[in-house]
């Protein structure tokens, strides 16, 4: 079996632990040319494998089914009814008639409703009712089987809508039983025949949000309306898969809630591309979909009318704006799957050509294309931005086990809306950081030019390894501090191309964005890694190709202000691996210029034992590419360490669990913040959104 691209990669990291050191970076001249050698074949390996990318779904022969064992589908004559039900059909003196005409035998089971209803013995109209939606569902089986459609409908129609009877009917208040695994049962007989039908109705294209599809049976028609509930809009949706088609590999199963509903992978229509927020949505985007059918009057008693067949509605709900509904004035939760979803969306063919990490590190501006912010949900703008921030060799997709575990808690993804940022890694870390800080700011602009939405007003950045950096430097001000790194001279004294002026400016001069409130780093190399020794700068220089345009700029710059710049060679040559150098410039100064207030740092290391010869575990020193003392730094809210090697520490549970501790603190702080705004109200724009975690905690608190 194929390993995860970011296995592969870490072999990088894990190999480089051979001659990286926890010590002086001169150290690594003393190194063996062995080990220098080991670097570049570790180089040539990734670059030759990263295309082999890792499926993170395996197709099913036969889709997942909880009736399955239950109803014996692999009996020889099909599908049987279970033993709760049989006993119902000898208590009534119908099992002769089941087994000769089990049709038959359903249209006096529906008979037999109205007789129990009339003398009010409601425990056996409620035991019927089961049996009627338990047999309507192996008779469409049958149906299905015979490639007779219109039968196999009418029976899953009969099965689902009197399943929800089952469930919902106020007649049945009672006797109804939740401890009782029939309840269990009434509860996938709704599931399992609301998916056979909806699968007749996709295979034939009908299954479309604002539209209707008609359900025909041999006595009459019924037209079943499709409404969408939640933030996506009914042109978003191109076409439907069923979860139960799909069993997930390498991805953890979190995200899982049982309930009602037919949980569905919805993969996205590329919208209108002259709207300026649809290249925040990336090609090939699926997202989880519950559908549940609504039965019209669930008060109404299920043996009055038609023949057991109701009129329904069929809800296509959100699982991320909404986990629960409200049906027949119960609080129903909806059975949910987001983790398989977004596993079909890692396997799509648009997602892995942008998904190239080591093209990224190799040569920058092949990849620069798809550098951006990207969402994997509608925006929201009642939810706290979290961006995810990839490290060194790296993309987005190795947030995927954390944002998959982070939004199967239902307080984070009802508060927080969380979202990538992808650039190419060749290029130094300011060079990313730069350009981040543009991002950023346009998506603000695109998405909320008035500043409108108070939520955007506090978002976390969540950054790995190199990230960190590129996240930490969006909350400093650079002062001159920066430019001074380049020149003793003013920086108007500069001559050149406005255009590459603007760009060298931008780089040294820059103000902290004031609607990030916290960053969180990991395995953040804040004093530089000993990894970007003079060996692995070297070879790095040879393989990376860094941007045309930033290499000509320089040259520009360089020869038209000759003398000028004292660090010339930061400008010219200087690759990702260049800037995680501890002799680097930069780290003193980004540690010492001044912070934005506003903003909370929290840290998460890496530390792991180092075996030794004896037997006995020598005292941690660092994740094997970062050091303790590199990945320390003193302004932290919260720092912990993790027993994990560096490529994979942001994976780890203990990381993880860390971060949704964070951001529970992050939302607690919000609502503070809320509050003392609260008591100042007559000062505060009324015209503003406010953040859905502040309005919806404050009014939970006060039903409290």
């Known amino acids: 079996m194929s390993q995860p691209r970011e296995v592969k990669e870490g072999r990088f990291y894990a190999l480089s632990r051979t001659y990286a050191t926890t010590e002086h970076p001169l150290r690594a001249r003393r190194a063996t040319g062995k080990s220098n050698r080991l670097f570049l074949c570790c180089l040539i390996f990734l670059v030759l494998s990263g295309c082999a990318g890792h499926k993170y779904l395996i197709h099913r022969d036969t889709p997942a089914n909880p009736l399955a064992l239950q109803l014996q589908f692999t009996h020889r004559s099909g599908p049987q009814v279970s033993d709760r039900v049989a006993t119902v059909l000898r208590r009534f003196a119908l099992n002769e008639e089941y087994e000769e005409n089990p049709e038959v035998c359903l249209e006096k089971l529906q008979l037999l409703v109205d ?4 003398q009010e013995f409601v425990v056996d109209v409620s035991e019927i009712v089961y049996s009627i939606s338990e047999l309507a569902y192996i008779l469409g089986k049958r149906a299905e089987q015979l490639d007779d459609e219109a039968r196999a409908l009418d029976m899953y129609g009969v099965a689902v809508s009197n399943a929800y009877m089952y469930l919902f009917s106020t007649e049945f208040d009672a006797v109804r039983n939740p401890y009782d695994p029939q309840f269990r049962g009434a509860c996938d007989l709704y599931n399992g025949s609301l998916e056979a039908t909806l699968r007749l109705v996709n295979a034939k294209g009908q299954l479309k949000p604002g539209h209707s599809y008609e359900l025909t049976t041999g006595k009459q028609t019924y037209e079943v309306a499709t409404i969408l509930r939640g933030n996506w809009q009914n042109e978003d949706f191109e076409r439907f898969e069923f ?10 199963a979190s995200g899982l809630s049982y309930g009602l509903g037919v949980p569905l992978i919805a993969v996205r229509k590329t919208g209108d591309p002259t709207d300026a927020r649809e290249h925040y949505y990336p090609d090939g985007l699926s997202f989880p979909v519950t559908a549940l059918l609504r039965v019209v009057r669930p008060g109404s008693m299920p043996g009055r ?3 057991h067949r109701h009129h329904c509605v069929l809800e296509l709900h959100d699982p991320l704006a909404a986990c629960q509904l409200t049906l027949a004035g119960r609080i129903v939760p909806l059975q949910t799957d987001l983790s398989t979803a977004l596993a079909y969306f890692l396997d799509s063919p648009q997602f892995r050509e942008t998904d190239q990490a080591t093209l990224g590190l190799l040569n920058p501006q092949l990849t620069e294309k798809h550098r951006g912010l990207y969402m994997l949900e509608p925006f929201d703008p009642s939810r706290i931005p979290v961006v995810m921030v990839h490290g060194l060799w790296s993309s987005p997709s190795t947030w995927m086990p954390m944002f998959n575990d982070l939004r199967s808690f239902q307080e984070l993804r009802r508060n927080y809306q969380f979202w990538f940022y992808h650039y190419p890694t060749g290029q130094p870390f300011w060079t990313s950081a730069t350009q981040m800080r543009e991002d950023l700011k346009k998506l603000r602009n695109d998405f909320d030019p008035d500043h409108r939405y108070e939520a955007l007003d506090y978002m976390v950045l969540v950054g790995h390894s190199m990230g960190g950096l590129v996240s930490r430097l969006q909350t400093l001000e650079s002062q001159n501090q920066f430019w001074e790194i380049l020149s003793d001279q003013p920086f108007d004294s500069v001559q050149g191309d406005p255009k590459e002026l603007n760009m060298l400016h931008s780089a040294a001069f820059f103000e902290p964005n004031p609607d990030i409130r916290r960053v969180v780093t990991i395995g953040t190399p804040h004093h530089g ?3 970007a020794n003079d060996a692995t700068r070297w070879i790095s220089r040879k393989l990376i190709t860094l941007p045309t345009m930033m290499v000509s700029s320089a040259k520009s710059l360089i020869s038209q202000n000759p003398g000028l710049f004292r660090n010339a060679d930061l400008l010219l040559h200087s690759t990702s691996i260049d800037s995680l150098s501890p002799s680097s410039p930069l780290f003193p100064v980004i540690l010492r210029a001044p912070k934005a207030p506003w903003v ?5 290391l890496g530390a792991i034992p180092e075996h030794s010869w004896f037997g006995e575990d020598k005292p941690a020193t660092g994740d094997g590419v970062v050091s303790l003392v590199s990945a320390h730094v003193d302004d932290a809210e919260s720092e912990i360490n993790v027993n994990s090697e ?12 860390e971060v949704r501790r964070i951001l529970l603190a992050h939302l607690e702080q919000v609502k ?13 724009d009324s015209t503003r959104v406010p953040a859905n975690t502040v309005a919806a905690s404050i009014s939970d608190e006060a039903n409290d």
Do not use: T
Request: aromatic residues 6%; proline residues 4%.
């Open 305 to 307: 009318g038609a023949n």
């Open 646 to 657: 560096h490529q994979s520490i942001h994976r780890h549970p203990k990381a993880i669990l």
């Open 672 to 684: 503070s913040e809320y509050r003392v705004a609260q008591r100042l109200a007559s000062s505060l």
């Open 243 to 252: 979860v139960n088609d799909f069993e997930l590999d390498g991805l953890p």
């Open 600 to 604: 909370v740092y929290n840290n998460i």
């Open 115 to 118: 007789a129990e209803s009339q």
């Open 529 to 531: 890694s000993d990894l």
